[in-house]
T-cell receptor, first 115, second 115 residues
Framework: AQTVTQSQPEMSVQEAETVTLSCTYD???????LFWYKQPPSRQMILVIR??????QNATENRFSVNFQKAAKSFSLKISDSQLGDAAMYFC????????????FGKGTHLIIQP | GAVVSQHPSWVICKSGTSVKIECRSL??????MFWYRQFPKQSLMLMAT?????????EQGVEKDKFLINHASLTLSTLTVTSAHPEDSSFYIC???????????FGPGTRLLVL
């Protein structure tokens, strides 16, 4: 992707509530994967969820789900029943293109969980 | 599964010296590994793609003579920062591409401080 945009530098949500993190991207590829990674203070990048672009069905992993709109190049992450352990930086990532599988990351959204 | 290790996790060196960082996929083989750089409070930037048995591919603006990459086996890639200078101080993260899942798994990162 040439660009990946996360327009929310910071989001805050009450524990047990639902929050949605937005992401848009730009790519010329037709078949690709999209990812959300979580980076806690330890700075270890942890895969949260991935979406295959050729699949119309939105990916779901327990409390995490995506709303993938291929035509709009939108890939938002919904976290249900937010928990204190969800607090972290969340990065959206798309393939960088050019024949490689490297990723282009958005600038990240800092998610705060209010107890 | 899909565990990636990095060594060392933290290194301090004098200006002008070289530093080698190792990235290993512990429970899967990775023909492709990636190196990223992350400055404080910023996102990850792809530096290069490391292919087993062939030369690395560098992103625009990354000096290949400064950041030497060797992918000697299907489980090991190394990044050598040659003649390090204070501006090379950063957090370096590797990832390994798990082909079956079409997903990158990340190492825990290496903090480099050049004095």
């Amino acid at each position: 992707a040439q660009t990946v945009t996360q327009s929310q530098p910071e989001m805050s949500v009450q524990e047990a509530e639902t929050v949605t993190l937005s992401c848009t991207y730009d790519t010329s590829e037709s078949d690709y994967y999209l990812f959300w990674y979580k980076q806690p203070p330890s700075r270890q990048m942890i895969l949260v969820i991935r979406q295959e672009a050729y699949k119309q069905q939105n990916a779901t992993e327990n409390r995490f789900s995506v709303n993938f709109q291929k035509a709009a190049k939108s890939f938002s992450l919904k976290i249900s029943d937010s928990q204190l352990g969800d607090a972290a930086m969340y990065f959206c990532a798309a393939p960088s293109g050019g024949g490689a599988d490297g990723l282009t990351f958005g600038k990240g959204t800092h998610l705060i969980i209010q107890p | 599964g899909a565990v990636v290790s990095q060594h060392p996790s933290w290194v301090i060196c004098k200006s002008g010296t070289s530093v080698k960082i190792e990235c290993r996929s512990l429970d899967f083989q990775a023909t492709t590994m990636f190196w990223y750089r992350q400055f404080p409070k910023q996102s990850l930037m792809l530096m290069a793609t490391s292919n087993e048995g062939s030369k690395a591919t560098y992103e625009q603006g990354v000096e290949k003579d400064k950041f030497l990459i060797n992918h000697a086996s299907l489980t090991l890639s190394t990044l050598t920062v040659t003649s390090a200078h204070p501006e090379d101080s950063s957090f370096y993260i590797c990832s390994a591409h798990q082909g079956i899942q079409e997903t990158q798994y990340f190492g825990p990162g290496t903090r480099l401080l050049v004095l």
